[in-house]
T-cell receptor, first 116, second 111 residues
C-alpha cells in the first residue's frame, strides 16, 4: 500500500542553524501539507501546497519557514534559523482531493526535530 | 476559530470492554470529521472519515457518529483489545484544507 515517507526520522540541530525536512508524498496525490506537534500538545497545521503554490498557511508559518517541491516526488520544509521552540515532531501529509473532499489526508511517520 | 476538544484525556479499561471516546467542536460548518490513531513516536493513521452529510461510519469494531448541529462526535470501540492501546485523535476539516485537531484521548487496554 502506498505511503508517505519522511527523512530523517530524527534531526538534531543547533539554534540558528537551517534545517530541511524531506517528504515523499503518495505518487498520485496533488495536495501536500505540513503539520507539527510539540511534545504533549495538539497537532497543528502549518501549510498546504497545491499546484506549486502555497494555498494556505497558519500564523505559525512565518518568514523563517518555506516549502518547496523541487522535483516530481519530493516535498520539503525549510526552517531558516531554528529556535528552541521549533523543537517538535513534523508531519507531512498528502491527499488526492483538497478541501471538502471525501479523501482523508495520509500522514507520514514524522521527523522529530530537536533544537539545542 | 474552530476549537476541538476531546474527553476524556486518558482512559484505561480491561480487555473486552466496549468504550466510547468523545469529541466536540465549536463551529458546525465542517466538511468532514476524521478519527486518527497515533502510536507513541509514530505518525497518524486514519481510522474513519465522516462527511458532513453523514451520521455515522463503521469499520470493523469501530463506529463513529457525527451530530453536526450539536458539534459532537463519538468513537465507539467494541470488544477492546490490548492492540487498541494508542492515542485517538479527532480532527475536523471545515472551510479550508487544514485539519484542526483535538488533543487526543490516550487509551490503555489492559490484558
Amino acid at each position: 500500500e502506498p505511503e508517505v515517507t519522511q527523512t530523517p526520522s530524527h534531526q538534531v540541530t543547533q539554534m540558528g542553524q537551517e534545517v530541511i525536512l524531506r517528504c515523499v508524498p503518495i505518487s498520485n496525490h496533488l495536495y501536500f501539507y505540513w503539520y507539527r506537534q510539540i511534545l504533549g500538545q495538539k497537532v497543528e497545521f502549518l501549510v498546504s501546497f497545491y499546484n506549486n503554490e502555497i494555498s494556505e498557511k497558519s500564523e505559525i508559518f512565518d518568514d523563517q519557514f518555506s516549502v518547496e517541491r523541487p522535483d516530481g516526488s519530493n516535498f520539503t520544509l525549510k526552517i531558516r534559523s531554528t529556535k528552541l521552540e521549533d523543537s517538535a515532531m513534523y508531519f507531512c501529509a498528502s491527499n488526492r482531493v483538497g478541501a471538502g473532499g471525501t479523501d482523508t489526508q495520509y500522514f507520514g511517520p514524522g521527523t522529530r526535530l530537536t533544537v539545542l | 476559530k474552530q476549537e476541538v476538544t476531546q474527553i476524556p484525556a486518558a482512559l484505561s479499561v480491561p480487555e473486552g470492554e466496549n468504550l466510547v471516546l468523545n469529541c466536540s467542536f465549536t463551529d458546525s460548518a465542517i466538511y468532514n470529521l476524521q478519527w486518527f490513531r497515533q502510536d507513541p513516536g509514530k505518525g497518524l493513521t486514519s481510522l474513519l472519515l465522516i462527511q458532513s452529510s453523514q451520521r455515522e461510519q463503521t469499520s470493523g469494531r469501530l463506529n463513529a457518529s457525527l451530530d453536526k448541529s450539536s458539534g459532537r462526535s463519538t468513537l465507539y470501540i467494541a470488544a477492546s483489545q490490548p492492540g487498541d492501546s494508542a492515542t485517538y485523535l479527532c480532527a475536523v476539516e471545515g472551510g479550508s484544507e487544514k485539519l484542526v485537531f483535538g488533543k487526543g484521548t490516550k487509551l490503555t487496554v489492559n490484558p
